[in-house]
């Protein structure tokens, strides 16, 4: 069974990747205020990114690794920057080996 892979642009900027066996019903319901609690609070919503795959189950996992991204990630493949995904994979935060700094 197909399976699809989506983000939503949400009216205040953020956005929402879901997935889903069909996609049209599932943006009419998000628009209608049915779907998750983030696009419900958040409406209107427009689709801006899908991934079609042959089985709903790899369309579920892409969904949960896409949710842990950070925005610019997902901004990057939203624009189709395809070769800036490894780079923006680098975690940027103090506990990243090139920040590394020993304790007394």
Partial sequence: MIGYMYILLCS???YYTGSTKDLNKRIK???EGKGANHTKK???????YVEEYQRIDNAFY????IQGWRREKKEALIE??????????E??????????????
């Fill in 29 to 31: 319901e998000h628009g």
């Fill in 80 to 89: 189709g920057r395809l070769g800036d995904l490894n780079g923006l994979a």
């Fill in 42 to 48: 958040r409406l209107p919503v427009e689709l801006v």
């Fill in 62 to 65: 892409r969904e949960k690794q």
């Fill in 12 to 14: 205040d900027g953020s």
């Fill in 91 to 104: 975690c940027a935060n103090e506990t990243n080996y090139k920040y590394y700094k020993e304790q007394n």
